[in-house]
């Protein structure tokens, strides 16, 4: 009796506390072990089984990456901006030109062949006007080539917050220097106690980034490893 009791206390117990530090931010976690969903532990284990894509690029030029990005962003299932960014760019708006908000909203509004369906867009006028005053933007300006400036260059963009920056400069340069804490990562960073449930990217990415950064370097893995594995299962999920 002793012995199952203490099994079964072994299977609840998430280990001792870990503390977690990044740029003078400090939070206290408890780890887990790789078999417990959902702790700390559970990530790790499953970013160390995970294999990564040789590069995160959606587009050949920043220009592609930024358009991308933002017609991927919140509200919308990633295939479905992928395919929307195929249309603008196989339309030729992409070709170094800045093309008009209404040019590019033409291009959104037709039905998207995804498999065997038609998909339509669902922010074909808010988008437009994004992609077009961003592509005008970095037509006359020179962006750095580093990953964590390109990330802040990019929130001057209209409609650009820091997880569409943060994706951008992860996929255009591999850093790892950045975290992209959307849906996915952020469930998983409650779950896990990585981050307070009250948290939220609109008012605390840097916080959350600061934390998931700290999160993969004590388990030992690159952060774009960690978060892509994040998205992968649970987006996979639903």
């Not at 959902?38 to 959606?58: G, H, M, R, S, V």
């Not at 909203?105 to 077009?132: C, K, M, N, W």
């Not at 490893?225 to 639903?238: P, T, Y």
């Amino acid at each position: 009796m002793t012995s199952a009791f203490r099994l079964d206390l072994d299977m609840f117990d998430r280990g001792e506390p870990v503390e977690l530090a990044m740029g003078g931010l400090r939070r206290v976690v408890r780890w887990g072990r790789p078999w417990q969903f959902d702790t700390p532990a559970y990530w790790i284990a499953q970013a160390e089984l995970f294999a990564p894509p040789a590069n995160y690029k959606l587009g050949s030029t920043l220009a592609e990456e930024v358009t991308a990005c933002i017609l991927g962003g919140f509200g919308l299932p990633a295939f479905v901006g992928v395919r929307a960014f195929e249309e603008v760019r196989d339309a030729g708006l992409l070709d170094g030109s800045c093309p008009a908000a209404e040019d590019i909203e033409t291009i959104l509004r037709r039905p998207l062949s995804i498999g065997d369906r038609a998909v339509r867009y669902r922010f074909p006028h808010q988008r437009a006007d994004r992609v077009a005053a961003a592509l005008a933007l970095l037509s006359r300006s020179e962006p750095p080539t580093d990953g964590l400036a390109l990330r802040d260059w990019l929130l001057q963009l209209p409609g650009v917050g820091p997880k569409t920056a943060s994706w951008v400069a992860r996929n255009h340069t591999g850093t790892d220097c950045v975290a992209i804490i959307d849906i996915h990562v952020l469930r998983a960073g409650r779950r896990a106690g990585v981050f307070a449930p009250s948290w939220e990217p609109t008012r605390d990415y840097q916080r959350c980034e600061a934390f998931f950064l700290a999160w993969a370097t004590i388990g030992g893995v690159r952060p774009s490893v960690l978060d892509a594995c994040i998205w992968s299962q649970l987006s996979a999920r639903g």
